[in-house]
């Protein structure tokens, strides 16, 4: 029963995957409303799989091992299709089909209408089983399966308006940035098999301290280097945000709520090797820190409202790298579910907004929308308040304990990148609200007519988002307080071999709360910044941006990041493919023209002889072969088929022959 | 425990669905997956007497048989285009560029 169960949790989404993708090839067979409600239903299905699955995991926190088949075996190696069901998978597993249950049902009423509309589902429903394989497998060939679905999947969605240049364009750059980290991540798939001689993830993390720190460091960061592709950190970061190409409920899902946390989690359950790696660890939080704060001062100024919560998803990645850096997986994964919640709601919303105003995503062409889609209004504003870090939403619990254990482990330099990002967050999302939603309409007179609220099947899961962003942080401190929340004794068995940092602090009871009071003022200053930015004298950051032209221009260029890798790698591999090119239309081409003219010159005299020497003699030869030709000629029919007919027939003679003469031999 | 016999069969099947397809197709397309119909039989029996033997070489081999059909079929569907574009020709026996 619990297998069964297990293994229906992918198996439904892969079953509509195959309905809508073979109802695409045969033709549309049946409606768009079909292919929808097989697209939603099958997730929810999974979700409803999945909650079971939690509730039997509710009281036996032990790993239990579940194999579909066994999937590759030969000599020593064997290889299942198996999954792993622990509490992290149970929470993942819950993230990925509730968080994907509501974007599906969104996506109902944002891509109505749209050309490929069963395309689309049969593609989010494909990306569903491939983050379940993801999230559920128990080795790492399942993992990578996964890995790469999700990446085939992003590719696929994130280049769903195919015929647009840009779209194409950034569906590959996502794609081969993306194979950057994988070649990483395989590189540390085929160490562990070279050490440890098997992939399932119990044996290898029950054999991992006899791992010495060399090996254990080389695997940690060539994980890292995987995880640092598919989550989008610095330096393979470039790709998420122009992979706003997509549709909106495609960033929400793919971009922001799942895909791209893949690496964090893949981190976190690989925590029994960083644990004997430090120095990989340190360098997770470093890379997680940098990259927190350095996309959230390059949010501060771009003006697509996708764009400002695409950097926002790079930075909030970089806190629960930060978190894994500092050891403390738990709050990591607590702030990966909390930023499904507020970061789906928040993309949710702004595809409403883009919705209502018929595509549009320049903020500066927004403004004073708080009173014409105020459903709208009020769940970016929760969204906003969530990730921003106001008290008591979900954001701020999830946040504050990051920071909190950066302090406590004494990773003052992490601390304070953190809290410059938090800062810099609670700026840049105040002032996209503000814009969006304050101040004066700046809409375009004809799109300002079709301004609407969405349907109810935008409205249903924005509602129900908003709500698990408001509360879902409560999950972290009922009933247990600060850190010992019913998401964290949940968790818990599974870091019980974590390093014992985090129970270092328990002793110190006034610093948690002064750091929470530290970073709860910050939020708040980011928001009041924003508030006399943008409300209070909206002519102030026009002046502010004359009078600091040099940072505006380096924020605004992205740091030119984009261009300075374009210079250093993709420019050279074109002119290495140009200069390839070259060699072969200069030099080789001139060879075989050479080679030619030699011939030609020969042919000339061998022609001469021929036609006064030979011709003459062989004439009569000649014509007795013209005739034998023209009768076997026939047979040149130039057709491929009779070739191969006449092939095969050879073939058949052949191996009867053999086999008769191995008879007769054996016979006499 | 499939006896080692069904595995033969069943690649034999195959083998032959795309031989027979190879032959009496039309569609370069269908021609070109007809024969990585032919490449799997064999990739089939040739896993199949890898696991029978107990041996890793017929997977390796099967391996490259893979490669191999993944350069096949690049050099094919590249041969398909430029028939197409030159000639406006889908179907193999519209064209006849190999007579004499």
């Known amino acids: 029963m619990f297998d069964l169960i297990v293994i229906l949790i992918p198996l439904f989404p892969l079953l509509a995957v195959l309905a809508n993708g073979l109802n695409v090839m045969l033709g549309h067979r049946y409606s768009d409303e079909i292919a929808h409600r097989l697209g939603w239903g099958s997730v929810l299905l999974s979700f409803l799989c999945a909650l079971w699955v939690f509730g039997q995991t509710l009281g036996h926190p032990e790993p239990r091992t579940v194999i579909a088949y066994r999937w590759f075996f030969g000599g020593d190696l064997t290889v299942n299709l198996g999954f792993l069901v622990d509490p992290l998978t149970c929470v993942m597993m819950l993230v990925v089909t509730g968080v994907g249950f509501l974007i599906h049902v969104y996506s109902v009423g944002y891509m109505h209408g749209e050309e490929g509309f069963t395309r689309f589902f049969a593609y989010m429903n494909l990306f569903m089983v491939s983050m379940l394989l993801l999230v559920m497998g128990n080795n790492y060939a399942v993992l990578f399966i996964g890995w790469e679905g999700v990446g085939l999947c992003s590719y696929l969605l994130i280049g769903y308006y195919y015929d647009r240049v840009s779209a194409a364009k950034a569906a590959t750059k996502a794609f081969v940035v993306n194979r950057i980290g994988d070649a990483g991540f395989l590189i540390a798939i085929f160490l562990v098999f070279a050490r440890f001689g098997t992939l399932d993830y119990t044996e290898v993390f029950a054999k991992a301290d006899t791992l010495d720190s060399t090996t254990a460091f080389a695997i940690a960061v060539c994980l890292l280097i995987g995880a640092v592709g598919k989550s989008a950190q610095l330096p393979l970061y470039t790709w998420l945000p122009d992979a706003m190409e997509g549709p909106t409920p495609v960033s929400a899902l793919i971009h922001a709520a799942t895909m791209v946390t893949a690496g964090v989690y893949m981190v976190v359950r690989n925590h029994a090797i960083y644990d004997i790696a430090p120095n990989a660890l340190v360098l997770v939080g470093v890379i997680g820190g940098a990259t927190a704060l350095f996309a959230a001062t390059i949010g501060l100024v771009q003006t697509d409202i996708k764009r400002v919560l695409a950097y926002s998803t790079v930075s909030q990645l970089g806190f629960m790298f930060l978190a894994c850096g500092v050891g403390a997986y738990a709050a990591a994964i607590f702030h990966l579910v909390t930023h499904a919640f507020f970061k789906a709601l928040l993309f949710l919303a702004a595809g409403s907004v883009i919705h209502a105003l018929s595509g549009e995503q320049d903020i500066r062409k927004m403004g004073g929308l708080w009173n014409k889609v105020p459903a709208t209004h009020w769940v970016f504003l929760i969204g906003t308040a969530a990730i921003a870090g106001f008290p008591f939403l979900s954001g701020w619990w999830s946040k504050d304990e990051i920071l909190g254990h950066a302090f406590t482990h004494r990773r003052y330099v992490l601390w304070a990148l953190g809290a410059a990002a938090a800062f810099c967050t609670a700026f840049y999302m105040s002032r996209l609200l503000y814009v969006t939603f304050y101040g004066q309409s700046r809409v375009d007179h004809e799109v300002a007519h079709h301004i609407h609220e969405p349907s109810w099947w935008m409205r249903g899961p924005l509602l129900i988002l908003a709500a698990l962003s408001a509360l879902g942080g409560l999950i972290g401190v009922i009933p247990g307080g600060l850190e010992h929340g019913a998401f964290h004794q949940f968790l818990g068995p599974v870091f019980s071999t974590a390093v014992a940092g985090a129970s270092g602090h328990k002793e110190v009871h006034l610093l948690p709360f002064i750091l929470m009071a530290v970073t709860t003022a910050i939020g708040l200053a980011g928001w009041f910044t924003a508030h006399y930015f943008y409300y209070v004298k909206p002519e102030q950051p026009n002046l502010l941006m004359n009078r600091m032209k040099g940072v505006y221009t380096l924020l605004w260029n992205k740091y030119w990041v984009d261009e300075l890798y374009d210079r250093i790698a993709v420019e050279p591999s074109k002119a290495v493919g140009r200069s390839f090119d070259k060699v072969d239309t200069v030099g080789i081409d001139r060879v075989v023209v050479a080679v030619e003219q030699v011939t030609d010159l020969s042919a000339a005299g061998s022609t001469w002889f021929e036609k006064y020497v030979i011709y003459g003699l062989i004439n009569v030869m000649g014509y007795v072969n013209h005739i034998g030709a023209r009768i076997l000629r026939q047979l040149q029919t130039g057709l491929v088929h009779h070739y191969a007919a006449i092939l095969v027939t050879g073939l058949v003679i052949l191996v009867n022959l053999i086999v008769l003469i191995l008879w007769w031999g054996g016979a006499s | ?100």
């Open chain 2, 1 to 100: 425990m499939v006896p080692i016999g069904a595995y033969v069969a069943v690649s034999a099947i195959l083998f032959v669905t795309g031989l027979v397809g190879v032959l009496v197709r039309r569609n370069f397309i269908i021609v070109l997956m007809c024969v990585e119909i032919m490449l799997n039989g064999a990739n089939l029996n040739l896993v199949a007497f890898a696991h029978h033997l107990d041996s890793l070489a017929g997977q390796i081999m099967s391996l490259f048989v893979i490669a191999i059909a993944a350069g096949e079929a690049a050099v094919g569907l590249a041969i398909i285009i430029v028939v197409f574009r030159g000639k406006i020709a889908t179907n193999v026996d519209q064209i006849n560029l190999l007579k004499w």
